[in-house]
């Protein structure tokens, strides 16, 4: 196998963070996809600064050479009726649709505590209690799933600290309850890693039902405050509880990532998503740091 079937994309959350947005706040959206373009990607996933009219956004992506290739979803299966989620799932299903992107990502944030800068992310995760709430939000998993699949996309669940998808074990359960002509996974290395799980370990379990991977790094001396002072996940990575691959301050094992990956069938998108403050992390340098570094395990 080889990495023929391997396309390099880039999150803007290095750019401008969705659910802090004090962070990067200066940045444009001009800015951020002219960046992305110069650091050597051909693909970016959405954020909040892109402009919703598609005719807009085509333009701004086609002079630079970019294109969607995914966006978060926040389901929220686990507080809201599925009629609700369906309405929002299908209204961004049309927009990915519309600027040819194959996957539509995200996770449950219905009932977790990513977005709440107080509330100690290993002590306050979102949970399935009961066989009822786990049926429920498989059910509704996989009802999605087969609306997008009648479309020619895949739903790619993001497991995500913080939510009540966070381990290996409750993802093992949710890819074991859902229908695998349906629900794929979104693959994150660094969420595993923080969520105390072997990222390598966790690929060559999962390459076969993911549809999207998410690559970022982890500073252990940030993550080892994070559970010493119980931080919450937005001051963890306020923090720089993740950075770039290619960082000699991270820790993951990037060549044996790739190299299960150069070793599957994997087909599709390879997206850099390392979320840090812009004040202390420049979006292009580290952008550049990352895209010279996935060069040199894969020639791409």
Not at 161 to 169: N, P, V
Not at 190 to 195: E, K, N, P, W
Not at 196 to 220: M, N, S
Request: hydrophobic share 35%; net charge negative; proline share 4%.
């Amino acid at each position: 196998m080889n990495f023929d079937n391997i396309k390099l994309g880039v999150a803007p959350i290095n750019w401008t963070n969705d659910d802090m947005p004090e962070l990067g706040g200066e940045n444009t959206f001009e800015q951020c996809v002219s960046e992305m373009a110069l650091a050597g990607f051909t693909g970016c996933e959405v954020g909040n600064k892109f402009p919703r009219d598609t005719n807009v956004l085509k333009k701004a992506l086609e002079l630079r050479g970019l294109q969607i290739c995914n966006q978060w979803n926040s389901y929220e299966l686990t507080t809201k009726s599925f009629a609700e989620n369906r309405e929002n799932f299908t209204k961004l299903l049309d927009f990915l649709e519309t600027m040819g992107a194959k996957v539509i990502g995200g996770g449950e944030t219905g009932n977790s505590c990513q977005g709440q800068m107080n509330v100690p992310v290993f002590e306050g995760k979102g949970m399935l209690n009961t066989r009822e709430e786990w049926d429920s939000f498989t059910y509704g998993l996989d009802e999605l799933g087969k609306i997008a699949r009648d479309r020619g996309m895949k739903l790619a669940f993001h497991h995500h600290m913080g939510t009540c998808i966070q381990s290996i074990a409750e993802t093992d359960r949710l890819l074991n309850e859902t229908n695998p002509d349906y629900v794929f996974l979104n693959y994150d290395c660094g969420h595993f890693h923080f969520a105390g799980e072997d990222p390598v370990a966790a690929l060559q379990k999962y390459i076969g039902r993911t549809a999207h991977i998410h690559l970022k790094d982890v500073r252990p001396n940030v993550l080892q405050r994070v559970h010493d002072e119980r931080l919450s996940f937005l001051t963890a990575v306020k923090n720089g509880v993740f950075t770039v691959p290619g960082d000699p301050e991270g820790c993951i094992d990037f060549p044996s990532l790739f190299s299960i990956i150069k070793e599957s069938d994997y087909a599709g998108w390879i997206v850099l998503e390392a979320e840090q403050d812009p004040a202390k992390a420049n979006p292009l340098e580290y952008a550049i740091i990352a895209r010279n570094f996935f060069r040199g395990l894969t020639g791409i």
